[in-house]
């Protein structure tokens, strides 16, 4: 079974930045639909970014200029770097992977944002 590992989470300072990963042990090359979710102190899981497979991409608007999501096919491995990060992004992040026939949830990343 596929399972995806998350990494790159972390404490990080006002404006850092940070790249978190989303490793598949299966290839995401006919993955429909690539995402990243965050559930913050006390939220609910909010949607971050998705990335198609044709290659297009959705932002949330609080994070629409400072994130990217994007994708190595070749390492099964999807990313979000974020940049200019702020104590509002404090959350836990997951990884989602949607194939035809199943979906998955990573087991998530702390990313902490404090000074």
């Known amino acids: 079974q596929v399972q995806l590992v998350e990494s790159g989470g972390g404490l990080v300072q006002p404006g850092g930045s940070l790249r978190l990963s989303c490793a598949a042990s299966?290839?995401?090359?006919?993955?429909?639909?690539m995402g990243w979710y965050r559930q913050g102190p006390g939220k609910q899981r909010e949607l971050v970014a998705t990335?198609?497979?044709?290659?297009?991409?959705n932002y949330a608007d609080s994070v629409k200029g400072r994130f990217t999501i994007s994708s190595d096919n070749a390492k099964n491995t999807l990313y979000l770097q974020m940049n200019s990060l702020n104590s509002e992004d404090t959350a836990v992040y997951y990884c989602?992977?949607?194939?035809?026939?199943?979906?998955?949830w990573g087991q998530g990343t702390q990313v902490t944002v404090s000074s």
């Open positions: 989602n992977i949607h194939w035809p026939t199943y979906n998955l």
């Open positions: 299966g290839s995401i090359f006919s993955a429909l639909v």
């Open positions: 990335l198609t497979r044709g290659g297009t991409s």
